[in-house]
């Protein structure tokens, strides 16, 4: 699978650590930055992520922040992105099966290495379950400006 990764400074540290969690399972990742943890705007780094994944350069993202709510609620602003704020695996789990969630946010100042390899396990591996659920994800889709 192909994926990109975005960040800010507050999610570096966890980006790096998803980026070779990814690698290590095969994985090609396009990484967006940042690459410091030098003080950035996150609104950017999930803009160019989101933007590459609409234009279908990736099959997913990963975004990392702080608390991963800014990086969620800028990603949301696209239209066909689902982004989703994940702290566990029932998330992790059912944003894929019911929702079809296409950008994964974590929480760099909140979740551990180990848990989040697992996060990010348990969404990448949970397909789309459809039926009923594609109507909603379509209606999700035609409500946005």
């Not at 943890?37 to 999930?46: G, K, L, N, Q, T």
């Not at 160019?48 to 709510?69: M, N, P, Q, T, Y």
Request: proline share 2%; aromatic share 6%; charged share 25%.
């Amino acid at each position: 699978m192909k994926l990109l990764l975005g960040a800010d400074h507050a999610g570096f540290e966890l980006k790096e650590h998803v980026k070779k969690f990814l690698e290590s399972l095969g994985h090609v990742v396009l990484d967006e930055g940042t690459h410091s943890e030098e003080s950035v705007d996150y609104p950017y780094f999930a803009q160019a992520v989101c933007r590459r994944l609409l234009a279908k350069e990736a099959d997913r993202a990963v975004l990392v922040c702080g608390s991963g709510v800014g990086m969620s609620m800028a990603a949301n602003r696209y239209k066909g992105i689902r982004a989703v704020l994940c702290t566990g695996l029932y998330i992790a789990r059912y944003s894929r099966l019911h929702n079809d969630a296409n950008v994964l946010c974590l929480p760099g100042r909140l979740m551990g290495k180990g848990l989040a390899e697992e996060v990010v396990r348990t969404w990448l591996e949970t397909p789309f379950e459809g039926g009923r659920h594609q109507r909603r994800v379509e209606e999700m889709d035609a409500t946005k400006g």
